[in-house]
């Protein structure tokens, strides 16, 4: 039971640490709470679905490793397309005005998106096909067999200190974990990478030193959001949890903040911390003291947080801009 | 090539829609986005070559009637509170009824006006201190049979001890920080009010509670519904003017202007931030208070962010800090949806465009406040 729930909670927060990430790298540069966040993530489970149909339809049953090699980038292309689109109509306009504007606009593209994709798509959930979410799922158990023990395999999934985890919850997190790490290089290796941390830094000196801050902020916008993507598709093919629908984007999108937040907000390590630690705890305390009230420990712990250690578990002590 | 580079903007939306909308659909997106920004770039320099003759008059004509408004402002309120009053015989129970709503909304966004425009502090769960009026009148009338206009003061009470309660640890917390909390104090609200079955009665809420009675007298004709609103409204905006003028509304003004200043001028700053984020919540209490004893049933789902966001936005569309800018933003965005029935499904989509294109082109808002000053 106790393993069951950690390694659920290890699959929820590597969910919430990819989300995450796009709060705490947008807060980080422009002190936005990007409520149309979640929004994004909803349309990258979309973007999924949409583009499985059309490749569908051009060749009736694709090779499985070709549709996981195209699907997953070709969804984080669409949702940052979005995503930059989004930026440069309703944030760039308003680099100079109070945050307040820019609150208000992100939850006016919130409102957008829901109900751009609910009136396109309709209300009803969509679901990834069953059986390609099969073949999928027969290539992982192909593959992982090559790494894993014959003795801790199912037909279905492994497993894992007594618990049971199946091919694409393991692919999920594997996914997530390589992404983030692939993050890290990029912000610690690349010359963009470091303007970005210094755009985070001082916007008015990097503007002096010639860095071009549009463009890294639309660097960040498109980096969280084919982040945020990756995590949408991954859901979206996992058929335990992939329902997928208007707004599911709203409470996940919240808690990914609250991660956000743990691991102290503008801090991207912090981000993927606290991502995997509101995940644990949430799915232990839904396993062990109610799961009526699993929504309700996101913010519990937010609050808490917020009252006891402002800066979050990794966050440094920021002076506030003035 | 420069002159023709608009031309991208209607391609790649056009290809940005592509997946959603269809071939059809996005070649509609397509050729309405060309044609608009054809007609703009033909229209704006037509309107500008106007501005010298035409609009120049325009112009000082409407700062002509504004300044006429302000001259007879005395006249003027008296005029629309009559015009108010006799309105009734005029339109039907569906129109009253809308009014009615948007006199709740009214309150709310007064309320909310404390905190973030007086104050400048930036609340996003503003809702659940509606709903916790709302559901201490439920609670009170259908287990004690609280009568509504006891429980009205109640309501408030209760609201005001959860602001003060919730405010007092978070306040001394920077701006953003009070946003979120609030944010999570909302979320976590509803959620309990969805779980706790054996209080609230979970998703489905509580019905059949009291209309008001006062002298024997049953408010439950809209008629009634609407005159009850016009007499809270009229009292919130009341107090919420004298308090403007008062030594607290002044300390409010002076924190959201510089909070530094404002302390060394010895006002204690996070005593009068927690008296306007607690006053703001007694005032969502009264308005839940009412919400309840008009819809006799209420449960979870009237209090989600979406009505916190919604308030919110009328009093950053309505012009933050502006007491008519606040009741007119209300209005509008609970009478203009109304006009806008036909449009049903796309009303959401326009008021998401609307936030953004607001924010935008005219971010003070309707009726910007204007600000008593000595030069």
New interface residues.
């Given amino acids: 039971m106790f393993q069951q729930q950690l390694l659920n909670g290890i699959l929820l927060g590597s969910l919430y640490a990819l989300i995450a990430l796009g709060y705490t790298m947008v807060y980080g540069i422009l002190?936005l709470?990007n409520f149309a966040h979640g929004e994004i993530y909803m349309i990258g489970a979309?973007?999924a679905i949409?583009?499985l149909a059309?490749l569908t339809s051009v060749h009736s049953s694709p090779p499985v490793f070709f549709l996981f090699l195209i699907l997953l980038p070709l969804s984080m292309i669409?949702t940052a397309?979005?995503a930059a689109?989004m930026e440069r109509?309703?944030y760039r306009?308003?680099r100079n005005?109070?945050?307040?504007?820019?609150?208000?606009?992100a939850?006016?593209?919130?409102?957008?998106?829901?109900?751009?994709?609910m009136?396109?798509?309709g209300a009803r959930d969509k679901v990834f096909p069953q059986d390609i979410a099969k073949d999928l799922s027969l290539w992982l158990s192909e593959v992982f067999q090559k790494f894993f023990p014959p003795e801790s395999l199912t037909p279905t999934g492994l497993t894992l200190f007594g618990a049971q985890l199946s091919f694409v919850d393991l692919l999920t997190i594997l996914s997530s974990i390589i992404l983030m790490v692939i993050l890290q290089l990029f912000i610690k290796r690349t010359k963009t990478g470091k303007a970005m941390r210094a755009t985070a830094q001082d916007v008015n000196m990097c503007k002096l030193v010639g860095i071009d801050v549009d463009r890294i902020i639309r660097v960040t916008f498109i980096i969280g959001s084919s982040l945020a993507a990756a995590a949408g598709v991954l859901i979206a093919a996992n058929l335990k949890y992939g329902r997928v629908h208007y707004f599911m984007g709203?409470i996940i999108g919240?808690k990914a903040?609250?991660a956000a937040?743990l691991g102290g907000i503008g801090n991207i390590p912090g981000a993927m911390v606290g991502g995997f630690v509101l995940g644990i705890i949430e799915s232990l305390a839904a396993g062990f003291i109610s799961s009526?009230?699993k929504?309700?420990y996101a913010?519990?712990i937010?609050?808490t947080v917020?009252?006891i250690k402002?800066t979050g578990l990794l966050g440094e002590r920021v002076p506030?801009k003035m | 090539m420069k002159r023709f580079s608009w031309i991208l903007w209607p391609i790649?939306?056009g290809l940005?829609?592509l997946?959603?909308?269809r071939i059809r659909?996005s070649l509609f997106v397509f050729i309405a986005l060309t044609l608009g920004i054809l007609l703009a770039k033909v229209i704006v320099p037509f309107i500008k070559s106007l501005e010298i003759s035409s609009l120049f008059n325009l112009k000082s004509s409407i700062t002509n009637l504004k300044s006429q408004i302000t001259l007879h402002r005395l006249p003027f309120k008296i005029g629309i509170v009559l015009l108010l009053l006799f309105l009734p015989p005029f339109i039907n129970r569906y129109h009253m009824d809308v009014i009615t709503t948007a006199g709740i909304y009214v309150l709310l966004a007064l309320g909310l006006n404390i905190v973030?425009g007086f104050t400048g502090l930036?609340v996003l769960g503003y809702i659940a201190f509606y709903a916790i009026g709302a559901y201490t009148y439920a609670l009170l009338n259908t287990h004690y049979s609280i009568p509504f206009f006891l429980a009205l003061p109640i309501g408030g009470f209760t609201a005001y001890l959860f602001g003060f309660l919730l405010g007092s640890?978070?306040l001394r917390?920077?701006g953003?920080?009070l946003?979120?909390?609030t944010?999570?104090?909302g979320?976590?609200t509803r959620?309990?009010l969805n779980?706790w079955d054996e209080v609230t009665r979970g998703p489905n809420g509580i019905a059949e509670i009291s209309r008001p009675v006062i002298f024997g007298f049953t408010f439950r004709e809209p008629l009634h519904y609407y005159y009850l609103i016009l007499i809270l409204v009229l009292l919130t905006i009341f107090v919420t003017v004298r308090l403007t003028r008062s030594r607290i509304g002044r300390a409010w003004e002076a924190i959201r202007e510089d909070e530094r200043a404002a302390s060394s001028m010895g006002i204690h700053v996070t005593a009068m931030k927690l008296l306007a984020f607690a006053i703001s919540a007694a005032f969502a209490g009264v308005a839940g208070v009412f919400f309840a004893a008009k819809q006799t049933h209420i449960s979870p789902e009237s209090f989600t962010?979406?009505e916190s966001?919604l308030v919110?936005?009328m009093v950053?569309l309505g012009g933050?800090g502006s007491i008519p800018g606040v009741v007119t933003g209300a209005l509008t965005l609970i009478i203009f949806p109304e006009i806008l029935r036909g449009f049903e499904?796309?009303r959401?989509?326009l008021?998401?465009?609307?936030?953004?294109l607001?924010?935008?082109f005219r971010?003070q808002g309707f009726l910007p406040p204007k600000r008593r000053t000595i030069r």
């Fill in positions: 002190e709470i979309y973007s949409l583009i059309l669409l397309s979005y689109t109509i309703a306009p308003l005005a109070p945050r307040l504007s820019l609150i208000i606009s939850i006016g593209m919130s409102l957008f998106f829901q109900n751009y994709v009136l396109t798509q709203w919240l903040f609250t937040v009526e009230y929504d309700v913010f519990v937010l609050i917020l009252i402002p506030e | 790649w939306m940005l829609t997946p959603f909308m659909g973030v930036l640890p978070v917390l920077r953003d920080y946003a979120i909390v944010l999570g104090f979320e976590i959620l309990v779980n962010f979406w966001a919110l936005s950053v933050m499904d796309y959401m989509l008021f998401g465009v609307g936030m953004v607001m924010m935008r971010p």
